[in-house]
């Protein structure tokens, strides 16, 4: 079974950076079949996908335009985990982060338990 | 806002059915066979209900069930369950710029 736990601060300060990390078990990190994203959800914006990581021989990253200059999707192989970080933020950025695994055509099948991000001075 | 539309909310009684439909466009729902549900209790991590438009994960009960015309999904929940009563979102593919979005969720009140 998969598991996905998420860690990271829960108040970040506007401009600085959102850092989020998710231990992931019963899988690993850079299998060849399947791909690894963070979405987030806010009232005022709805569930929004936010990039992907995987392994094909190589690394492959993928950002939402919404972010793109922002973000960055890391994966730890010796530790088999994930990572996020989100630069610049602001209380736009205030929302539910998700660290999630998909299989197929973005098939979400694995979801962490969510960490609420509130940034605010 | 969200790229695809849902109804708010929608209610049923148990053992009733109810549908909720999912609106996009020719650039995601109309475009592809790429079409998932989740399902959402407050609190809980989403689940993943039904993949491709049509097909269910193993474990999810056939009472759930997807379908897709031109436009618009539709998820079909047959015998409703009080267990049932959650938030639910559909997902579309987007093409290789957009990559995915998803719809702005429907609350479902079994009554």
């Known amino acids: 079974q998969v598991q996905l736990q998420q860690s990271g601060p829960g108040l970040v300060t506007p401009s600085q950076t959102l850092s989020l990390t998710c231990a992931i078990s019963?899988?690993?990190?850079?299998?060849?079949?399947?791909?690894w994203s963070w979405i987030r959800q806010s009232p005022s914006r709805g569930l929004e996908w936010l990039g992907r990581?995987?392994?094909?021989?190589?690394?492959?990253?993928d950002y939402a335009e919404s972010v793109k200059s922002r973000i960055t999707i890391n994966a730890d192989t010796s530790r088999n985990q994930l990572s996020l970080q989100l630069n610049s933020v602001t209380p736009e950025d205030t929302a539910v982060y998700y660290c999630?695994?998909?299989?197929?055509?973005?098939?979400?099948?694995?979801w962490g338990q969510g960490a609420l991000v509130t940034v605010s001075s | 806002q969200s790229a695809l539309t849902q109804p708010r909310s929608v209610s049923g009684s148990p053992g009733q059915s109810v549908a909720i439909s999912c609106t996009g466009t020719?650039?995601?729902?109309?475009?592809?066979?790429?079409l998932s549900w989740y399902q959402h209790h407050p609190g809980k991590a989403p689940k993943l209900i039904i993949y491709d438009v049509t097909k269910r994960p193993s474990g999810v009960p056939d009472r759930f069930s997807g379908s897709k015309s031109g436009n618009t999904a539709s998820l079909t929940i047959s015998g409703l369950q009080a267990d049932d009563e959650a938030d639910y979102y559909c997902c579309s593919y987007a093409g290789i710029y957009t990559h995915v979005v998803f719809g702005g969720g429907t609350k479902l009140t079994v009554l």
């Open positions: 020719s650039s995601d729902v109309g475009g592809y066979n790429y």
């Open positions: 999630v695994r998909y299989s197929g055509w973005y098939n979400f099948d694995y």
């Open positions: 019963g899988d690993s990190v850079s299998s060849n079949n399947i791909a």
């Open positions: 990581t995987y392994y094909r021989s190589k690394w492959y990253n």
